[in-house]
């Protein structure tokens, strides 16, 4: 009865694109370059806090400037994104995974999106340098 409800919610869900208007932010956790169909682009993951401390997953696709900024080396792993458009389209929304005939809850559920216009918001901030530890000497010490 669980997977008959699951998959009746996801095809009512899949026929019906929701739309919103909305402002977005996190940071990028994930990028890559695909081809699909002669056609190259960027696929993103990124994690967005809710006001609750909550955290979720956002996945997109994106073919021009973020693609480009990526193989310039301009765009890196935690750099922040703001995400706007007036007719963001959810295609999906994933809250679980089977494994072994069970369905096991995602750490971070993902949403996946189309119709985003992304702003490369803040980079990420560099990688403190360890300081050097004092190295002890048995010199004596004048009082």
């Known amino acids: 009865m669980m997977g008959f409800c699951r998959t009746h919610l996801l095809l009512s869900f899949n026929s019906t694109q929701l739309m919103f208007s909305s402002t977005i932010v996190g940071n990028i956790a994930f990028m890559e370059t695909v081809t699909h169909e002669g056609r ?19 996945k997109f696709n994106n073919s021009n400037g973020l693609l480009t900024a990526y193989t310039n080396g301009t765009l890196k792993v935690g750099h922040q994104l703001i995400l706007t458009q007036y007719d963001v389209r959810i295609n999906s929304i994933r809250t679980h995974y089977t494994k072994d005939d069970q369905l096991v809850a995602l750490k971070y559920p993902e949403v996946a999106l189309t119709g985003v216009r992304a702003v490369i918001g803040a980079s990420p901030l560099p990688k403190a340098q360890e300081q050097a530890k004092p190295v002890p000497t048995l010199e004596e010490v004048p009082f």
């Open 40 to 58: 190259e682009f960027l696929a993103i993951k990124m994690y967005v806090k809710d006001q609750y401390d909550g955290t979720c997953s956002i």
